[in-house]
């Protein structure tokens, strides 16, 4: 695969988290009672740094934890062979909560739909919403994020990679083609 273009670099990603704490913020009239989750993988370091924005912003800490929809997944014999499967637990109660799910990239929408049945099975949060830094389109489901980052058509020969600095040493977002 060739990079075919640049999506987002480094100042570009912190721009997209920043005005996403900002509507987080918005929609919810404050952080009282809003919790983030991360989703493996790096939904987990974008969720901690839009909680470091709302902190600096609000001056309230904001929880955070993180899910891993391994085992929620629907092409599971698809993508792993022996899945590790991992019960997902929290420092924190999500019963009554407004939770927020912070992941990279949506795309066909399965994610989040296995994210969403690892939070029910965490508890009964008062609401759930959905933040990506990137929609790509090509949703299969009918699942819409409640804050985006940016909004990128692709065609399904083109693969959006993320990379930040907590798992790959550097901020960007490219596109590459098949």
Do not use: C, W
Not at 20 to 30: A, C, D, Q, T, V
Not at 37 to 56: C, D, M, N, Q
Request: overall charge neutral.
């Amino acid at each position: 695969m060739k990079e075919k273009a640049m999506l987002l670099d480094e100042n570009s990603i912190i721009r997209a988290l920043k005005r996403i704490s900002h509507e987080i913020i918005e929609k919810n009239k404050g952080v009282e009672d809003v919790v983030l989750l991360g989703i493996k993988t790096r939904g987990v370091p974008l969720a901690k740094r839009i909680a470091k924005f709302i902190e600096s912003f609000e001056g309230q800490k904001v929880l955070v934890g993180e899910i891993d929809i391994s085992f929620y997944r629907d092409d599971l014999t698809e993508k792993y062979i022996e899945p590790m499967v991992k019960t997902n637990k929290l420092e924190f109660d999500i019963n009554g909560k407004r939770v927020v799910l912070v992941d990279d990239v949506i795309f066909t929408g399965r994610t989040v739909r296995a994210a969403l049945d690892a939070v029910i099975d965490l508890g009964r949060p008062k609401a759930i919403q959905l933040a990506v830094l990137i929609d790509r389109g090509h949703r299969e489901l009918p699942i819409r994020p409640d804050y985006v980052g940016k909004n990128v058509p692709t065609s399904l020969n083109e693969v959006v990679e993320v990379k930040l600095y907590e798992t790959d040493g550097e901020d960007k977002v490219i596109i590459l083609e098949k």
